[in-house]
Nanobody, 128 residues
Framework: QVQLVESGGGSVQAGGSLRLSCAVF????????MAWFRQAPGKEREFVAA????????YYADSVKGRFTISRDHTKNTEYLEMNNLKPGDTAVYVC?????????????????????WGQGTQVTVPS
């Protein structure tokens, strides 16, 4: 059984920074593609960023490109999302997701239906 546990959310003023973490328990983290999605109240789940199993490929939504950085540390079985220059539009619940890398080879990286494992989410609030 695989468990994903997010941490690092909070409330920060516009222009500020936060670092989200997603710890993976139960299986071989190094064989997973990982991603972050977010969902704001009344809106659909939205792709934020993805990283392949070895960290060699990363992808970002246009809305966060240049401000957010996704990374992973295999020694800690943890995925990260560094968020800078936060804006009120970034307010959402951020959820990490994982899937077996060999199943997709990073195709459809922004499609939530291709991810098998999900965390519970962590709230990020940027007051306007």
């Amino acid at each position: 059984q695989v468990q994903l546990v997010e941490s690092g959310g909070g409330s920060v003023q516009a222009g500020g920074s936060l670092r989200l973490s997603c710890a993976v328990f139960g299986r071989t983290f190094s064989s997973y593609d990982m991603a972050w999605f977010r969902q704001a109240p009344g809106k659909e789940r939205e792709f934020v960023a993805a990283i392949n199993w070895n960290g060699g490929m990363t992808y970002y939504a246009d809305s966060v490109k240049g401000r957010f950085t996704i990374s992973r540390d295999h020694t800690k079985n943890t995925e990260y999302l560094e968020m800078n220059n936060l804006k009120p539009g970034d307010t959402a619940v951020y959820v990490c997701a994982g899937r077996a890398s060999q199943a997709y080879s990073m195709q459809h990286y922004d499609d939530p239906s291709t991810y098998t494992y999900w965390g519970q989410g962590t709230q990020v609030t940027v007051p306007s």
